[in-house]
C-alpha cells in the first residue's frame, strides 16, 4: 500500500494524497503537509484513495470552515465527517454527524456527564485509579505503555461515563478498536465490513439491554439513564441509537488514551523538556495542551458544501467533500513558533485544532484534560523516570492517530 501522489493543477509538481493511512503507520505526513501550506493549502485532489476531496491544511481555513456550520455540513445525508464515504459506519447517525437544529438537542442530552460540577466530583475517583495503575506497574522491566496504562485509564472512565458493567469493561475498548479500524490494516481487529457490523450489532444489542433497564428506572447520572430519559434521544431508531453509542465510546477513549502515550513519547524524543516538567511541576497543564497538539489524536473532520462557495480564491462546488486536516493545521507556521518542536512552555498551545471549534467542540475535552493532568501529576509526585525502549508501533489510520503499542521501562 504504497503512498498516492497526484499532479497538481498546473500539471507539474506532484502533491502526496494526505489520505493514505500509510502516510500515519509510517509516520511521514509531515513533509506532504508543510508542502501542501506552503505552496496550496486549499488543495483540490481530484483522485485520491477515498475519491475527490479539497484538502484543508492552515489552521486559519480550518477555523473559519469550523465556524461555517450553515454552509459546511456535518450531517450524515451530507456524507457525514470522515473522508470515507462508503460503508453504513460512515452514513450512520449520531450527534457528531447532525447539522442544527438536531445536533443541539442530542448534544445537550449528554452535556451535563462532563459539566464542571461532575467533574469535580469524579477527579477523586480518577485519581485514585491513577494511583493504582501506577503504583501496580512493574519496575525495571519492558512494558507495553499502551496496554499497561492508556488503555487501563481511558475504559474505566468509559465504563463510570456509561454505567457500564465494569466487569465487562474490556468490551468498551474492542468496541472502539472495530469502530475506528481501517479492515485493510493487517492487524485490523475485523478484516471486513460485514464482520464490523455483526460487531457493533452485537455492541448495540448490549447497549439496548442496559438502555431498556435505565429506562424503566429513576434516572441515574450516567449517560446510558440521560438517553433514555431525554425526550430527544429516548426513541431513536436502531441505526441512530447504535451510531450515537459508537461516537460516545470513541470519542471518551480515542483522545485520552492516545494523548497519554502521546505524552510519554514526546517527552522521549525532546529530553530537555521532561527535565523542565520535572523542575516546574506548574506546567503540567500547558503541557497536556502541547501534548494534545502534538499528538492530533483525531486527524481530520470532513464538511460537505451545501452550496456553492469561494474559498481561497478557489471554488468549492455543492457537494464537495471538504477535509480539514487537523494535524496540518497545528503544525502550521503561521499558528505556532517553531511547530515542529515539542514545547511544553509554548504560549498559544491551547490554540490547537484537535478539539474541533464551533458546534462541534468536543463535548468532552475538559475531562479528557483532567485525565491528562492527573496522570502527570501522579507521575511527577513518584518521581517515575519512563524510558523508551524502542519505536512506537502505530495503526494504519487516516482518522485517528493512535499508538499500538509503546515499550517502556518504568524506574524510580
Not at 477555523?63 to 452514513?91: K, P, Y
Not at 491513577?130 to 488503555?151: F, K, Q
Not at 498551545?349 to 493532568?373: K, T, W, Y
Request: charged content about 30%; hydrophobic content about 40%; proline content about 5%.
Amino acid at each position: 500500500m504504497g503512498v498516492a501522489e497526484q499532479a497538481d493543477a498546473r500539471g507539474g509538481a506532484r502533491f502526496v494524497d494526505v489520505s493514505d493511512p500509510e502516510l500515519y503507520r509510517a509516520d511521514a505526513w509531515q513533509v506532504p503537509f508543510r508542502r501542501l501550506r506552503q505552496e496550496e493549502p486549499v488543495h483540490f485532489f481530484e483522485t485520491s484513495l477515498h475519491g475527490p476531496y479539497w484538502a484543508i491544511t492552515k489552521h486559519a481555513d480550518i477555523m473559519e470552515i469550523e465556524l461555517n456550520d450553515a454552509v459546511f455540513s456535518s450531517a450524515s445525508e451530507w456524507g457525514g465527517i470522515q473522508i470515507q464515504d462508503d460503508g453504513d459506519i460512515a452514513r450512520r447517525k449520531n450527534l457528531i454527524r447532525m447539522d442544527r437544529p438536531e445536533h443541539t438537542g442530542h448534544r445537550r442530552t449528554v452535556a451535563p456527564i462532563v459539566a464542571p460540577t461532575n467533574l469535580a466530583n469524579m477527579t477523586d475517583l480518577i485519581r485514585q485509579r491513577t494511583e493504582a495503575v501506577l503504583d501496580g506497574l512493574p519496575r525495571g522491566e519492558t512494558i507495553n505503555w499502551v496496554d499497561h496504562v492508556s488503555i487501563p485509564l481511558t475504559t474505566m472512565m468509559l465504563a463510570t461515563l456509561f454505567g457500564f458493567p465494569f466487569d465487562e469493561r474490556e468490551k468498551l475498548t474492542y468496541w472502539s478498536d472495530v469502530g475506528i479500524c481501517d479492515v485493510n490494516a493487517p492487524d485490523a481487529p475485523v478484516t471486513s465490513e460485514d464482520e464490523r457490523r455483526a460487531v457493533l450489532a452485537d455492541m448495540a444489542a448490549r447497549f439496548r439491554e442496559l438502555f431498556d433497564e435505565r429506562a424503566a428506572r429513576a434516572p441515574s447520572f450516567d449517560l446510558i439513564s440521560m438517553l433514555a430519559h431525554s425526550d430527544v434521544t429516548r426513541n431513536m431508531d436502531a441505526e441512530t441509537f447504535m451510531g450515537t453509542v459508537m461516537v460516545l465510546i470513541i470519542g471518551g477513549n480515542d483522545t485520552t488514551r492516545n494523548s497519554m502515550t502521546g505524552g510519554v513519547h514526546a517527552l522521549h524524543d525532546y529530553p530537555e523538556q521532561d527535565r523542565l516538567l520535572r523542575s516546574d511541576p506548574d506546567l503540567v497543564r500547558n503541557m497536556v495542551s502541547e501534548t494534545i497538539r502534538w499528538q492530533t489524536p483525531l486527524q481530520h473532520m470532513r464538511r460537505t458544501a451545501r452550496e456553492d462557495i469561494e474559498f481561497r480564491g478557489k471554488t468549492i462546488r455543492k457537494g464537495d467533500k471538504v477535509v480539514m486536516w487537523y494535524i496540518s493545521g497545528n503544525f502550521d507556521e503561521e499558528a505556532f513558533e517553531d511547530p515542529d518542536s515539542f514545547n511544553i512552555a509554548r504560549p498559544n498551545a491551547r490554540r490547537h485544532l484537535s478539539f474541533g471549534a464551533g458546534i462541534h467542540r468536543c463535548v468532552g475535552d475538559r475531562l479528557a484534560e483532567l485525565q491528562l493532568r492527573i496522570l502527570w501529576e501522579e507521575i511527577l509526585k513518584r518521581g517515575l523516570r519512563i524510558s523508551v525502549e524502542g519505536p512506537p508501533e502505530r495503526i494504519y489510520s487516516a482518522n485517528i492517530r493512535a499508538f499500538r503499542s509503546l515499550p517502556v521501562r518504568i524506574t524510580v
